[in-house]
């Protein structure tokens, strides 16, 4: 069973940045396609950023799209968004998710695309 642990979550002054983190065990990490989600308390679980296998493809919202990055250390089993000029309307629970995927090419960008989650970890941005 695939197991996802996010950390890095914080208070943070608007222009700020953070980095969060999602350690994976459970499976061969390299065999699943990552993303990251946000939601905030009576809204619905957002797209943020997506990464296919092997690094070689990425897809971001357009609210984020030039100052959030993602990535992934297939030899840490982990996956990282980089998060700069924060702004206000950031301010989310943010997890990660995974699902196994025989291909390595193409990213998953709806919360339907995968199978598995973590516990989410809190960004603030305060203004």
């Known amino acids: 069973q695939v197991q996802l642990v996010e950390s890095g979550g914080s208070l943070v002054q608007a222009g700020g940045s953070l980095r969060l983190s999602c350690g994976f065990s459970?499976?061969?990490?390299?065999?699943?396609?990552l993303g990251w989600f946000r939601q905030v308390p009576g809204k619905e679980r957002e797209f943020v950023a997506a990464?296919?296998?092997?690094?070689?493809?990425?897809d971001y919202a357009l609210s984020v799209k030039g100052r959030f990055t993602i990535s992934r250390d297939n030899t840490k089993h982990t996956v990282y968004l980089q998060m700069n000029s924060l702004k206000s309307e950031d301010t989310a629970l943010y997890s990660c998710?995974?699902?196994?995927?025989?291909?390595?090419?193409?990213?998953?960008?709806?919360?339907?695309?995968?199978?598995?989650w973590g516990q989410g970890t809190q960004v603030t941005v305060s203004s």
């Open positions: 998710a995974a699902v196994l995927s025989p291909y390595t090419i193409g990213t998953r960008v709806t919360s339907s695309g995968y199978d598995y």
């Open positions: 459970g499976r061969d990490f390299s065999d699943h396609k």
């Open positions: 990464i296919n296998r092997d690094s070689t493809g990425t």
